[in-house]
């Protein structure tokens, strides 16, 4: 593969994927999954190319919460399968799931810093434990990863000193800092005051740059449409319009998906 | 007829003392132990054992400590095993403090967020891993208050091996009343030492509290 081709190849703070650039990163199949009687999600199809920026739109209750779950295996599915950057989700196996979240990081809303330790530690702690990485290489990289999200100077603050938009920055160094294939963002700045908003989103923008895989399910219909290479619209628990953000915004064909535009212009 | 001075009185009552300080730190170290085992078997999330250890619980904090004593100090003899009061007090107790402790602990370990479980499970920590460097932490600094709290229920608690013949302070404290006649005396100063013995756990937890409240929101 040509360095051109692949701009993670040239950029030492992401790692490349197994992956080939173009190949799916994210293989979802026939995907179904119920709470109790509930069913969320009816059979999802869904292939993620590598480097592919996709965004998940659609009314709460949707399934697209659920959806983006069950891709790190924190919700078991029933049927179906799901593979990412090679490696098969099976919740039988601790061994397989761990190996898989390695493959995938995961930004929440609410952050999810560990509050009793420093945001170096917040980032050094699963490499030091999952991948034995060294001391020394490990802060090296926690340093690196503090700077691409503009906190290099925090690396000792505690995240209660930090204001929402700078501990979600911690929260993307952190998931990086285990070198995934794919990152997965659900509602990532829903939890945030609006003028803090903008420095998350440029992080994020930044990485789809950098040739990072993104699926998130996200609010901010801007931002979608900027940076999405592919929106998908998700209603009662199925894939119920996809396309490039601008068919999808611009020319939406279902009525379902052009009643939830309209209501957000409410 | 011999004479006691207030001294002898409390001499012999301090002496006994030590006996309710070694009990008290047995149960409090061994249902400690016993506690924090049940609470990780709890957590693991198998069925049958948060059903029996749900059960188990329930059975110590249902039941006096007193019948607790007697059961198992009887009980016991009836197998065959030779027990000494001692003994009995010992395992009553400590079985008494790990059902109560574990049942703290477990509320403890609720009260961190599940956002916590979630994040550190996606950084592909296994089980003992989150539960080590992320779960058990934030749920210690919210557990050290109620658990140095129940501290002062086994400190009192230890008193009831007294019955089954344990000599400890209460043990100590009827007999020396019984040739002193003076059981008002005896028993005021067996009053004062156990809050001698409490009552500074009881700041300390208290002031515990206050410190970790103020670091946490």
């Known amino acids: ?266 | 007829m011999v004479e006691f001075t207030l001294w002898d009185i409390l001499r012999n009552l301090l002496l006994a003392a030590r006996w309710t300080v070694v009990l008290s730190l047995i149960a409090f170290a061994g249902g400690g132990a016993v506690g924090l085992v049940l609470l990780v078997l709890r957590l693991t999330g198998n069925r049958v054992a948060d059903a029996a250890i749900g059960a188990y619980v329930q059975l110590f904090q249902g039941t006096p400590l007193l019948m607790q004593l007697f059961l198992l100090y009887f009980g016991i003899a009836l197998f065959g095993v030779e027990t000494s009061p001692w003994m009995a007090a010992c395992v009553a107790l400590i079985l008494y403090a790990s059902a109560y402790l574990t049942e703290i602990w477990r509320g403890c370990v609720a009260a961190v967020p599940r956002g916590q479980w979630e994040a550190s499970a996606s950084l592909a920590l296994g089980f003992g891993q989150q539960l080590a460097h992320v779960v058990l932490p934030q749920a210690l600094r919210i557990a050290v208050p109620p658990t140095v709290g129940f501290l002062v229920q086994v400190v009192k608690g230890t008193a009831l091996a007294s019955v089954i013949g344990f000599v400890e302070l209460t043990k100590a404290g009827g007999m020396i009343a019984n040739v002193t006649y003076e059981p008002l005396l005896v028993y005021g100063c067996v009053a004062l030492i156990y809050f001698a013995l409490c009552f500074p756990i009881s700041l300390y937890a208290g002031s515990l509290e206050r410190k970790l409240h103020v670091g946490r929101r």
Not at chain 1, 188 to 193: G, N, Q
Request: with cysteine; proline share 6%.
């Open chain 1, 1 to 266: 593969m040509s360095a051109g081709a692949d701009p993670s190849a040239t950029n030492p703070v992401l790692v490349p994927p197994h992956t080939e650039v173009g190949a799916p990163i994210v293989r979802i199949t026939a995907l179904r999954k119920s709470f109790g009687d509930n069913e969320v999600l009816k059979g999802i199809d869904l292939d993620v190319m590598r480097g592919e920026v996709v965004a998940v739109i659609g009314k709460s209750g949707s399934g697209k919460s659920t959806l983006l779950r069950c891709i790190n295996g924190l919700e078991a599915f029933q049927e179906g399968s799901l593979t990412v950057d090679g490696k098969p989700l099976l919740h039988e196996s601790a061994q397989a799931m761990r190996e898989l979240r390695q493959r995938v990081g995961m930004i929440f809303q609410s952050f999810n810093l560990f509050p009793h330790l420093s945001v170096g530690r917040n980032v050094m702690l699963a490499p030091r434990l999952v991948k034995k990485r060294r001391p020394d290489e490990n802060e090296a990289r926690a340093r690196q990863l503090l700077d691409r999200v503009g906190l290099a100077e925090k690396f000792d603050a505690m995240p209660d000193q930090l204001s929402g938009g700078q501990q979600q920055r911690v929260a993307i160094a952190r998931a990086l800092a285990m070198d995934p294939a794919v990152l997965l963002c659900d509602e990532i700045t829903s939890a945030l005051d609006p003028e803090l908003v903008g420095e998350v989103l440029r992080v994020v923008e930044s990485l789809a740059e950098d040739g990072m895989t993104l699926l998130m399910v996200t609010h901010e219909m801007g931002f979608a449409r900027k940076v999405a290479d592919r929106v998908i619209f998700m209603h009662q628990g199925r894939v119920h319009e996809s396309g490039p953000p601008d068919s999808i915004f611009g020319a939406p064909r279902t009525p379902e998906l052009k009643q939830f535009l309209s209501s957000l212009h409410e």
